[in-house]
Structure formats: structure tokens, C-alpha cells
């Protein structure tokens, strides 16, 4: 029992003594305050798969490529090993990016484009506590774009905001977008609950994913040499589209004379074959226009590119 007057009439190095154990007291719950509140909520995006990828433009470049993309709107994951709210967090995220993009995200037992895990294991960078990892895998060049048919995410951190933070940082590094310069988007390398997804982020995502998801055959690199009544030619056949080419056949003809056709094989994307043909025959002795024509039996990104005209330049 204390009664008020001791305190005040007894020895005052009891009474500074108290006053010091109350300051460090204090000290040290607000030391634990910075730890939890300050740290914490400062965690460091990790963002593996990607350090082979060499950054040329910095401030306006928004992907680790040009125009990377999956081949459809429609893309597969599967997630493994994650806790409820991990899991939740990223179909939240699934939900989000749904609401604002042409995007749509299902779920496969198997062969899923996005790999989704969790760990709980703390992993460190600089003092900083990685909060997950995501990237593409699996890049293929196919014309204009970098095609992604594999990506990846590991959440190890649990979001703490209103929004799944976390999981739509790593679900837009899966998608191809790199960190972010600017501490208020949603891509800045590390979290808080005030960031936002950018609105280039989202236009950017409208514009590729507003691309029909076809194939683009695509005729190049023809040359030919004429003897006579003789052709020699060569030429190759891309798919610089977005998914597989069927078998397609390209026609040859000589000063708008048929002459003969030749059968190409499927194409995947960002494949090509090249075609050597020599000593064609012909009818025509004073040739003067080549002319290949490819053709395809389905809807192409581009039906342009389809044909080209040589002409005798002599
Ligand atoms: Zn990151």
C-alpha cells in the first residue's frame, strides 16, 4: 500500500529512479512501435526472374519488355501452397485487375500460365523484408510483342491494407510491368497502403489486351533469281502473332499465271521457316513479276503482309 505523501516526503532517488524506469519503459515501447508500424509496413519487393532483364529507358518504360502480353485475355494460374488469406488476397487482386482491364483470370489443375505460391519463411534484402516475388518465366519475341506464356508469384507477406497491396504488385510483375519510380503508384519497390495502381498501368493493359488474340503469318526476305524459263527463289514465312498458326500454303505465280503452290507447317508464335525453290519451271519466257501469296483460312492480326510482288528491275 502507497499512500500519495510517501512519494513526496520520502528519499528522491527512489522518486528519479522511477522517473528513469518509466522513460526507458517508454523508450523501449516506442522502439517497438517503429518496429512494427515503421518496418513493417515498409517492405521490399523482390523480383525474381527478372535480373536478367537489362533496363534501357527507366523513366518512361513500364514493362521489362515492349508490349508484353499473354497470348490471350483470358489467363490461366493455379495456387499452391498458400494460406487462406494469401489465397484470398490474390483472388482479390484476380478481381481488381478484372473490374478495370479486359483481363480474366481462371483456375487449372495443370499446365497454368501464372504460378501462384505462398512462404512463409522472412526473406531479407538490405534490412528490408521482401513482401513477394513475381515475374514473367517464359518469354517468346513474335513480332511486335514479347510474348509471356509463363509467370510466377510468391506472396511471402500478408497484406495489411484495405486492398491486396502486395498481391496486385506481384500479379502486374507476372503481367511484365516493372517497379515504379514514383512512391504513390502501386509499383514502387516498397509498399504502403496509400499506393495506387497507375493509370498508365491500366490504359496500357487496355490497349494489349484489346489485340484480338490471332496469329500473324507474315511473308519476308524474299529474293529470287530468273534463268530463263527458270526460278530460283527463296523466302520465309514468321508467325509474328499471338498464338499458333495453323498449316497454311503460299502460291507462287509468274506474271499473274499461277505456277505452283507449296504447303507451310503450323507456326508457333515467333517462329518461321525459310523456303528454297529452285529451278522452277515455267512457261513464260521474258518474265518480268514474281508474286507470293500466302494463304491463311483463319483471321489474321494482319492480312496485309500476306503477299509480295517481285518485279524485273532490268
Ligand atoms: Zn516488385
Given amino acids: ?35 512494427w508500424f515503421g518496418i513493417f509496413n515498409k517492405t521490399n519487393f523482390g523480383s525474381k526472374g527478372n535480373s536478367n532483364f537489362n533496363p534501357s529507358n527507366l523513366t518512361t518504360r513500364m514493362q521489362f519488355y515492349e508490349n508484353m502480353r499473354y497470348a490471350d485475355s483470358r489467363i490461366s494460374y493455379k495456387i499452391e501452397d498458400c494460406p487462406l488469406q494469401k489465397e484470398n488476397d490474390i483472388k482479390f487482386a484476380f478481381e481488381i485487375l478484372e ?95 496509400q499506393q495506387e495502381i497507375g493509370e498508365d498501368t491500366i490504359n496500357l493493359l487496355n490497349v494489349l489486351y484489346s489485340i484480338p488474340s490471332r496469329p500473324d503469318l507474315v511473308l519476308e526476305n524474299v529474293s529470287a533469281l530468273v534463268h530463263g524459263r527458270y526460278v530460283d527463289a527463296n523466302l520465309s514465312i514468321r508467325n509474328n502473332g499471338l498464338i499458333n498458326a495453323k498449316k497454311s500454303s503460299v502460291e507462287f505465280y509468274v506474271d499473274d499465271e499461277y505456277v505452283k ?13 525459310s523456303i528454297e525453290l529452285t529451278n522452277i519451271q515455267t512457261s513464260d519466257l521474258n518474265i518480268n513479276k514474281l508474286r507470293f501469296i500466302l494463304n491463311y483460312p483463319d483471321e489474321e492480326l494482319d492480312k496485309k503482309n500476306n503477299e509480295i510482288e517481285l518485279k524485273n528491275i532490268d
Fill in 261 to 273: 503452290s507449296f504447303e507451310v507447317r503450323e507456326l508457333a508464335p515467333g517462329y518461321g521457316i
Fill in 99 to 193: 473490374n478495370k482491364t479486359p483481363l480474366e483470370f481462371y483456375s487449372v489443375d495443370k499446365n497454368e500460365e501464372i504460378s501462384v505460391t505462398c512462404d512463409s519463411h522472412v526473406k531479407l534484402d538490405g534490412g528490408l523484408f521482401i513482401a513477394g516475388e513475381g515475374g514473367p518465366t517464359n518469354i517468346t519475341k513474335s513480332g511486335n510483342f514479347n510474348l509471356i506464356s509463363k509467370g510466377k508469384i510468391l506472396l511471402l507477406r500478408d497484406s495489411e491494407c484495405k486492398t491486396p497491396n502486395i498481391a496486385i504488385h506481384e500479379l502486374l510483375h507476372a503481367l511484365g510491368f516493372e517497379h515504379s519510380p514514383n512512391p504513390r503508384n502501386i509499383m514502387y519497390n516498397i509498399s504502403n497502403c
Fill in 1 to 35: 500500500m502507497h499512500k500519495r505523501g510517501e512519494y513526496e516526503t520520502g528519499n528522491k532517488r527512489i522518486l528519479w529512479k522511477l522517473i528513469l524506469n518509466f522513460l526507458l519503459i517508454g523508450f523501449f515501447l516506442g522502439i517497438l512501435f517503429i518496429y
